[in-house]
Every structure is written in structure tokens, then in C-alpha cells.
């Protein structure tokens, strides 16, 4: 599914055709516009940046066509930090391009730990057309910016990977729908409580149709690890977060009303809530698919439909300027999305070990446990689990119970990621410079555990005295004799 597009040539021409139609009513409007007062046309002169497909207005939705050309480019002009590929095909066979951002000179980070990975899609719903162009913007951002220089996007592309499906469904988004060509609602067919809530056109099953079919298989094979997932909807302005179908909090609701916290004192004042409560239940969704069964941090990203005003000339820059801000900060901060555990120190004695362990993530983790690894890599005993609160640290005491301390093992962490049961678990090392141990076994001889500890010196050279001495006693008793007799 990797490389360019091959235009099919009957869709070629329609949407040659339909490319054709929005040129001219747009140079119509243009005329239109000439006969406004001239205190009406007297503005700054500025540089205004054309969406895709549209040579007039840039905030009208472009076309899958101009949409595959733009993505192209990107990819010709841009290889060290653009890797297109297609994650399928709409129902008419339309490629869903994904636009795969990061300095891929570099595998890993500096330090050698793995890319963080955000995942974007837009333009679910054809007719939501600022969605898609969020998605749109999002990629764009970040591709200006490592032109420019600029400093944040270049430092974001050499430590994240980050995925942008621009358009879910091209099919809606030419003929002008919020449904797919079948008349499903894309948002509602997805394998999470599919079909559970009061919906219309939920499709004949979850995944029935093409698109939310290669998307989930998209999520499942290239960003499995994935710590952030936004998926652009127009409508009400609002950020939606787990669930759409319940009114209760997900269970990693502190992660979801910290970053709440932070957007609201600091960037924008745009309500973040509860689906269910914030919009209305709602079943089937991608958020609460990639929440509930690929546990990733997700948010429904809905921008105001205020944008379709004829004539309007409203820059998308401009227009999703405070948009944009926000999805820099989930960005910026997708490191902080998930429980990060740093073991400060880690005190083993024979039979207990002491734990001092912090979380620098804004996600708890409610399993946590503490393993020991055989010199062979067997992992021979694993702790009770244990909570570690978002940004938080605790002190525990764990029983060892029988096990035998393997000199040459090692130690390490293995937790979720978060606490919904969905969520990734990972393995990580513990630094052997913060582990201490305070063992209290026999040794035997010279030759035993801590040669050179100085209690075994001094034992030992008493033991090695008590041996001696008999030996002496009878040197001695034999010189006496022998004088005895002279």
C-alpha cells in the first residue's frame, strides 16, 4: 500500500470536472465581491496560504484528488521527514493516505529510547470539511516548520513519529455527506459497543465498511504503541474524551482532566468533557475504540462549523490558529500521556526487597510489579502488583518469600502503560547504581560470600589461629621432654 497514487482515469475526470465548477463559481464570486464598497475591500495585504483544491477560499474542503497531489508533493519535496503510504481503500477504491512524520535518519531518539507515536485522523464524516482540515493543518505544521528551522517542530520529528490519515472518507467528502457512498456513518461503526446506543446508519456490523476496517488495522499494525490519538470532527466546539457511551469517567480520568487543566489556564478556553455527557451517547466511535480496546489516550477534536460563509476569505492558519495550539501541547507533551516509573532505589535484603519508585507521567498504573531476572534471562519472581498515582511516588516493602538472590540477575519494572485494562505493558530495566543489597548469609572459610568483607578477615584469622595452635602445644611438649631426658 506504500508509494504514489494511481488515479483511477473515470474518477480522474470527474473530479477534473468538479475542480473545473469550483474554479468558476469562485472566480464568480470573485466578481461578485468587486461590486462591495471599496471601504469594505480595504484591508492589509497579506499572504494568504491555499488550502489544496481551492484557488479561492481556503476554508471550502478540497477534493480527494487535490488532496492525493498535495500529500505527493509533500513526499517528493520532503523524504527525510515524509513517508506516505496507503492504510486501504474507501468502498470506491479511493487510497486513504497517511501522511508519516519524523526525522527518519534516526530509528530511535538520541538516547537511544523508542519515538513516542501520535496517531491523527480526519474527515470521517465527508461534510465535517475544518475536521479534515485540522488533520490537514496538523501534518502541515510540522512539514513548514521543519523547513523553516523552527525549533519546536525539528526537536517533535527527531523524537516522535507522527501519523496523519488526512481523510477517512473521501467517498462522503466528494459528494458533499456526512455518510460513506453505502450511507453508513463511518463514527458509528467501529467494534466498541457497536450498535448499543439510540444511533441511525450504524452499518450491517462493526467494521462493515471499508474505511473504519483498514483504520483499525492501521491502529493495529503501525501505531499499536501509540500514546496519543485525535480524531477530528466538525460541529461544536468541544474536545471529547472517553466514553460515548457511559456518563461515567474513564478510568485514566486523571490524565484527562489534567491535560484539561493545563489547556483551559494556559491556550484555550474550549470545553473538554465526557462524551457521553459533553455531546450525547454515542456508540461505536473511534475515540472509545482506540481508548477501549487499543488503550490509547483518544480525543474527538470537534471545531465550529462557523467557516461556511460565501465569500468568506478566512485563512486556515488563522481560522485554526487556537486549534492548532492545542494539538501542539498533546504533541509537544505526548511523553507525559502514559505512567513513567524511575526506581530511585532498591534495597534487597534476604528475605524482603524496598522499592523507591516515582511516576513523572500523568497517567497512573494500578498493576505495577517487580521481577528478578536469572543471569540465564528467566525471570524467577515476580512482586505482588502494586499503584503508582500520576505524578506521584511511593515507598514499598515487597516479600521475596524462598527466593534465592542470583548474584549476576538483574531487576525490572513491567506495568500498563495506564490503567484502562487495554492499555500497552512495558518492560523496563532497573539502573543496577540505585540497587543495594544488604544480604544476611553464612560464609564458609576463607572462600565463602565477601572474601574481603572485614568481619570474615577477622573471623577467619581466628579460625586460622584455633587451627595452629594445637600444633604448637605439641612442638612444645616435645622440646620439654627432650630436656628431661639430657
Not at 179 to 198: A, E, F, G, M, S
Request: glycine share 6%; charged share 20%.
Amino acid at each position: 500500500m506504500t508509494g504514489r497514487a494511481i488515479l483511477n482515469p473515470s474518477i480522474f475526470v470527474w473530479e477534473l470536472l468538479r475542480t473545473i465548477m469550483r474554479v468558476a463559481i469562485g472566480l464568480v464570486l470573485i466578481m461578485l465581491m468587486g461590486t462591495l464598497p471599496l471601504a469594505l475591500a480595504q484591508s492589509e495585504p497579506r499572504e494568504i496560504q491555499t488550502w489544496p483544491g481551492e484557488p479561492i477560499d481556503s476554508h471550502v474542503h478540497m477534493t480527494w484528488a487535490a488532496m492525493t497531489m498535495e500529500v505527493n508533493g509533500w513526499a517528493d519535496d520532503y523524504p527525510e521527514i515524509v513517508d506516505l503510504m496507503s492504510a486501504g481503500e474507501s468502498e470506491l477504491g479511493r487510497a486513504l493516505w497517511v501522511v508519516r512524520l519524523s526525522d527518519w535518519s534516526l530509528d530511535t531518539k538520541e538516547d537511544g529510547s523508542p519515538k513516542e507515536i501520535v496517531y491523527i485522523d480526519g474527515g470521517h464524516h465527508g461534510n465535517e470539511y475544518l475536521g479534515t482540515a485540522l488533520a490537514w493543518l496538523s501534518a502541515k505544521w510540522y512539514i513548514n516548520g521543519w523547513a523553516e528551522g523552527n525549533e519546536e517542530a525539528i526537536t517533535v520529528l527527531k523524537n516522535t513519529e507522527v501519523h496523519v490519515l488526512i481523510m477517512l472518507n473521501p467517498d462522503g467528502n466528494d459528494i458533499d455527506t456526512r455518510w460513506n457512498i453505502n450511507q453508513v456513518d463511518l463514527n458509528r461503526n467501529y467494534d466498541h459497543y457497536w450498535n448499543t446506543c439510540p444511533t441511525t446508519q450504524p452499518g450491517s456490523s462493526a467494521f462493515s465498511e471499508s474505511e473504519t476496517m483498514y483504520n483499525s488495522m492501521y491502529m493495529n499494525e503501525y501505531v499499536t504503541d501509540a500514546d496519543l490519538y485525535v480524531t477530528m470532527h466538525t460541529g461544536v466546539w468541544i474536545m471529547l474524551y472517553p466514553w460515548g457511551k457511559w456518563a461515567h469517567q474513564p478510568a485514566d480520568w486523571e490524565l484527562f482532566w489534567q491535560i484539561r487543566e493545563d489547556v483551559n489556564a494556559n491556550i484555550s478556553s474550549i470545553p473538554i468533557q465526557n462524551a457521553n455527557q459533553g455531546l450525547y451517547p454515542n456508540c461505536g466511535t473511534s475515540r472509545d475504540y482506540g481508548y477501549g480496546v487499543m488503550g490509547f489516550p483518544t480525543f474527538t477534536f470537534e471545531t465550529d462549523d462557523e467557516q461556511f460563509i460565501p465569500g468568506s476569505f478566512e485563512n486556515l492558519n488563522d481560522r485554526l490558529e487556537e486549534e492548532m495550539d492545542v494539538m501542539r501541547y498533546l504533541i509537544n507533551n505526548v511523553w507525559y500521556w502514559r505512567a513513567r516509573l524511575d526506581v530511585r532505589a532498591l534495597d534487597v535484603s534476604s528475605d524482603s526487597v524496598t522499592l523507591d519508585v516515582v511516576n513523572y507521567g500523568q497517567a497512573s498504573t494500578s498493576n505495577a510489579t517487580l521481577q528478578h531476572v536469572s543471569s540465564n534471562g528467566e525471570i524467577v519472581w515476580t512482586s505482588d502488583a502494586f499503584t503508582v498515582n500520576a505524578t506521584n511516588s511511593t515507598v514499598i516493602k515487597l516479600d521475596l518469600g524462598e527466593l534465592s538472590i542470583d548474584g549476576d540477575g538483574t531487576w525490572q519494572m513491567y506495568y500498563q502503560k495506564r490503567v484502562i485494562n487495554a492499555s500497552t505493558w512495558v518492560t523496563e530495566s532497573i539502573n543496577a547504581s540505585v540497587i543495594e543489597t544488604s544480604m544476611n548469609q553464612k560464609s564458609e572459610g576463607l572462600f565463602g560470600y565477601g572474601l574481603f568483607n572485614p568481619v570474615t578477615v577477622i573471623a577467619s584469622v581466628v579460625g586460622l589461629a584455633a587451627i595452629l595452635r594445637p600444633e604448637e602445644e605439641d612442638i612444645e611438649l616435645t622440646s620439654r621432654e627432650d630436656a628431661h631426658d639430657n
